[in-house]
């Protein structure tokens, strides 16, 4: 697999991969959504840089399997340029380092920046309210998903800003002001909202981008092991769980943000809190399947009645 820069592949793009030549960096795209927007990047032609703790150099203490390396063969299988490069975003001296090399590797070239970096799941408590938290761990979970962004953002910007264009996309869950349950992981989801609209005010001189986006249900690959399934039979999940079989998996996701990177028009956009559910409607891109799912309309028919409407994008 290649791992070298990519300045001889700067060329225009065609309808088939738009974003050939483009030169992106997804931060936290070890696996989940962070992989699924890597790879359909990579599948309209981009580089992507990925990165995350998990590599074949060792594992995050999220102890799971999947590693940078085979995010970056996805990409460059499915039509782009994979380039793995081990990261902790919560460290100022490796992302000043990693974003130093995209800058020698590609000329100064960055057109995409998405913080996906969460690994907050194992942080949550779904059971307590806040008073009855372990304070440090709620506070370890704002500082690894929110504080993360924060960092690679100001490390990554100048690079779009000194071009005059680009876009900045951030993961959340959720796009309205809906309590999501616990009080931390909340707090996290709607602070990573907050960091579109400011880095979007901020950004709008200089001609570059920033949403938030939001998938419905993910199928990723720990919510698979969860159910005991796998995406072959994943829709045997749904005995679980009836709302499963309106899930969505990465690739729905990754191909709604690669949607966004090839709009010229995504100026109209920026500040927006995003969602596939919406999306989809306007671009046309399906799940790997082939399906549509709309985790909107499945909460309106199924679920509102009992939790209430998701409520207007923020």
Known sequence: ????????????GNDAQPLTGKVALVAGGTRGGGRGIAVELGAVGATVYVTGRSSTAGRSDLNRPETIEETAEKITAAGGLGIPVRTDHSRPDEVRALVDRIATEQNG????????????DPLTDWEHPVWE???????????????????TSRFALPLMVARGTGLVVEVTDGNTARYRGSFF????KSAVIRLAVAQAAELKPH?????????????????????????ANWRDGAAKDPDFASSETPTYLGRAVAALAADPDIMAKTGQALATWGLYKEYGFTDADGTQPDWDAHWADALEEQYGPLGDPL
């Open 1 to 12: 697999m290649r791992t070298e820069g990519n300045t001889d592949r700067i060329t225009e």
């Open 109 to 120: 070239r960055l057109d995409i920046l998405v913080n996906s970096v969460w690994g907050g």
């Open 133 to 151: 938290q372990d304070l440090d761990t709620g506070l370890r979970l704002l500082r690894q998903a929110v504080e993360t962004h924060v960092v």
């Open 185 to 188: 992981y909340d707090l996290a």
């Open 207 to 231: 001609g570059v981008a920033a949403v938030a986006i939001t998938p419905g249900f993910l199928r990723s690959e720990a919510m698979l092991e969860g159910f005991g399934v796998t995406e």
